[in-house]
C-alpha cells in the first residue's frame, strides 16, 4: 500500500475541507472546531491559526497570490492576511451557515487579480461577491434545499452549485464587473438560472469543472462519483464509481 508521509495534528474538531498553495508547499484547513490552520508541509506543523468565526468552518481557499486565505463559516465568508493571521475583510450576507466557496481570478492590465468570491449556503442560495465593494453583486436562488458546493465555470460567465436537492444548477453570472474602472455592467440582482442537472439519485456533497469547463464531476452520499459532459444542449452522466459516501 501507499506509505503514509506524516500527520498534521492540531485540530480540536472534525477537519472539513483542505487546500494546497503548490507554490509555496503550504496548505489551509477548516474545520468544525471554529477556526482554519495554515500547515508547513516541509516541517509538518501549523504556521498559523486563524480564528474569528462563531461556528464551523466549512471551506477554506487561497488568493491566486497566496497572500490571502478565505474561509467559510458561521454565516460569513472571511478573509485573513496568510502571514499575520490577521483579519482583513468580513462578507456578511448568507442568512445561514456559509458551506462552500470558490474564488475567480481574471487577468486585468497584465496582472491576475481575484475579484469576485462565489458562495453557497444552507439558506438554499450562492451569492457573488465584488471583493472591491464588499458586497453580493448576484445572488443565485433556484435550489429547494441547502447549497452545498459551488465553483466558477472557467470564462466566469456562468456559476455552477450543487445541494441537498441532488441537483446541480447552472447560472448566468455575466457582467458583474468590467475592465477598469470598475464600473459594474449590471447592478446587482438576481441572476438567470440557466439549466438544472440531475447528475446524483442523492444529496451532492461536491461539484468541480475541468479545466475547459465541459466535464462536471460530481460526489454524493451514496457512493458514486459521476462525470457530466457539458454540451450547449444536451448533457450525459455517466458513474465512474461507487461505494461509501463520496465527499
Not at 22 to 32: E, L, N
Not at 159 to 169: F, L, P, Q
Not at 175 to 184: A, I, Q, R
Not at 205 to 217: E, H, I, N, Q, V
Amino acid at each position: 500500500g501507499n506509505a503514509v508521509y506524516g500527520f498534521l495534528d492540531g485540530h480540536d474538531g472534525p477537519v472539513a475541507a483542505l487546500y494546497a498553495d503548490g507554490s509555496s508547499g503550504f496548505i489551509v484547513s477548516a474545520s468544525w472546531d471554529h477556526t482554519s490552520k495554515l500547515w508547513d508541509l516541509e516541517k509538518q506543523c501549523c504556521a498559523l491559526t486563524f480564528s474569528g468565526h462563531t461556528g464551523a468552518v466549512r471551506d477554506c481557499k487561497f488568493s491566486d497570490d497566496g497572500r490571502i486565505v478565505f474561509t467559510a463559516g458561521d454565516t460569513t465568508v472571511r478573509l485573513w492576511d496568510r502571514r499575520s493571521a490577521g483579519q482583513v475583510g468580513v462578507l456578511r450576507g448568507h442568512h445561514n451557515h456559509v458551506t462552500c466557496i470558490d474564488i475567480a481570478k481574471k487577468v486585468i492590465g497584465g496582472q491576475v487579480d481575484s475579484l469576485l468570491v462565489l458562495s453557497g449556503s444552507y439558506d438554499n442560495s450562492a451569492l457573488v461577491w465584488d471583493l472591491r465593494l464588499a458586497i453580493p453583486v448576484r445572488t443565485l436562488v433556484a435550489h429547494t434545499a441547502p447549497v452545498t458546493s459551488c465553483c466558477f465555470t472557467p470564462d466566469y460567465s456562468n456559476a455552477i452549485t450543487a445541494g441537498m436537492d441532488n441537483v446541480c444548477r447552472i447560472f448566468d453570472i455575466s457582467g458583474c464587473y468590467s475592465e477598469p474602472p470598475f464600473t459594474m455592467v449590471n447592478p446587482p440582482g438576481r441572476s438567470k438560472h440557466l439549466r438544472m442537472l440531475k447528475c446524483a439519485s442523492s444529496v451532492i456533497t461536491k461539484c468541480r469543472l475541468s479545466p475547459d469547463g465541459s466535464f462536471l464531476a460530481t460526489a454524493s452520499q451514496d457512493g458514486i462519483l459521476g462525470i457530466t459532459k457539458l454540451g450547449p444542449d444536451t448533457t450525459r452522466h455517466m458513474a465512474v464509481g461507487r461505494g461509501a459516501a463520496v465527499r
